[in-house]
């Protein structure tokens, strides 16, 4: 039985699906008993981690012009255009964790946190555009899951504003336009005969694996000395 677009979707975003008890940070967060350090640099470590991806996906948005695959560059060129606003959003997060603009400058990335963009990179210049956006919006099911956590719990256990965790929130809602653009992508790279049990699907494991690290990286800094 052929599958409609939305039904690849959804599979493979469930077979991606993270294990809940996966993320060693964010439960703690959730609780209040995350330690404050963490919060400053994963806003730090996102200030390397945003203008990145965004350089991605205006990269993966040339070359599907380049291919005629025009649904999946419209899908890219709307993520590039969402991590400029996320940037936007993550200064006030900066600021109110008292990290002052030399400082945040002088801040050296972790290899675990980093990782992740690393690999989006690769995938701009090596995966093909349709099996990207696949993986990508499987990804991007957990990360605004835990992006909505955040912003719940840092204005409930340590006293940030909602206008601080405006990055959080950002993530964190619906963007119908988006999914109706991955569905776009993905239905037109059906048409062209899009094999979502392969490549699509270890680039999504990969992304899975790096988007752990990061939060691994973040609950025990010293796992990256």
């Not at 990145?52 to 948005?61: C, E, I, K, M, V």
Request: one cysteine or more; a negative charge; aromatic letters at 8%.
């Amino acid at each position: 039985m052929t599958r409609t677009a939305q039904e690849l979707l959804d599979a493979v975003t469930t077979r991606l699906a993270p294990d809940p008890a996966a993320n060693p940070l964010v439960p703690l967060f959730a609780d209040g008993t995350a330690n404050g350090s963490a919060i400053t640099a994963l806003a730090l470590e996102q200030r390397s981690v945003i203008p990145a991806d965004r350089r991605s996906f205006l990269h993966l948005a040339e070359r599907s012009a380049a291919t005629g695959e025009a649904e999946c560059e419209a899908f890219f060129r709307t993520l590039a255009e969402g991590e400029a606003l996320a940037l936007d959003r993550l200064g006030a997060l900066v600021a109110a964790c008292g990290v002052g603009e030399a400082d945040a400058d002088a801040y050296e990335p972790r290899a675990g946190c980093q990782a992740y963009p690393a690999y989006v990179a690769w995938l701009a210049l090596n995966g093909a555009p349709v099996d990207v956006v696949l993986a990508l919006t499987a990804n991007f099911a957990s990360w605004g899951a835990y992006c909505a956590t955040l912003a719940r719990a840092l204005p409930a256990h340590y006293g940030f504003s909602e206008e601080d965790c405006g990055f959080f929130a950002f993530f964190a809602e619906p963007a119908p336009d988006l999914e109706r653009q991955a569905l776009a992508a993905v239905r037109a790279g059906m048409e062209r005969g899009l094999d979502a049990t392969g490549s699509a699907l270890r680039h999504g494991r990969l992304l899975q694996r790096y988007e752990a690290m990061f939060w691994e990286t973040l609950a025990d800094p010293k796992r990256d000395l």
